[in-house]
Nanobody, 118 residues
Framework: QVQLVESGGGLVQAGGSLRLSCAASGNILSINNMCWYRQAPGKQRELVADITSGGSTTYADSVKGRFTISRDNAKNTVYLQMNSLKPEDTGVYYC????????????WGKGTLVTVSS
């Protein structure tokens, strides 16, 4: 089992920045990918950014150039630096950790709310 705890959400004005953190604990050797998803009110959950154990990253087109995902393996923590925030970035941000080799290894945090005011 892997436990994920997100932090860093809050209220920010458009154009501002926030940094989200996701601390992982438990059997973390069982996972190799960590991701950030978000769910806006009335919308489906969507992938925002992904980082592999080797450090390769992918981003949703809507956040490219504004968001940066990174990981500190020594701290078992993944970060999402969000700059130039827009009202449409508002939503609950969820941390996900999973294995590409075992679908049973798929874990979610409880989420942290990000609200961007115009």
């Amino acid at each position: 089992q892997v436990q994920l705890v997100e932090s860093g959400g809050g209220l920010v004005q458009a154009g501002g920045s926030l940094r989200l953190s996701c601390a992982a604990s438990g059997n973390i050797l069982s996972i190799n990918n960590m991701c950030w998803y978000r769910q806006a009110p009335g919308k489906q959950r969507e992938l925002v950014a992904d980082i592999t154990s080797g450090g390769s990253t992918t981003y949703a087109d809507s956040v490219k150039g504004r968001f940066t995902i990174s990981r500190d393996n020594a701290k078992n923590t993944v970060y999402l630096q969000m700059n130039s925030l827009k009202p449409e970035d508002t939503g609950v941000y969820y941390c996900n950790a999973h294995s590409d080799y075992d679908p049973r290894e798929d874990y979610w945090g409880k989420g942290t709310l990000v609200t961007v005011s115009s």
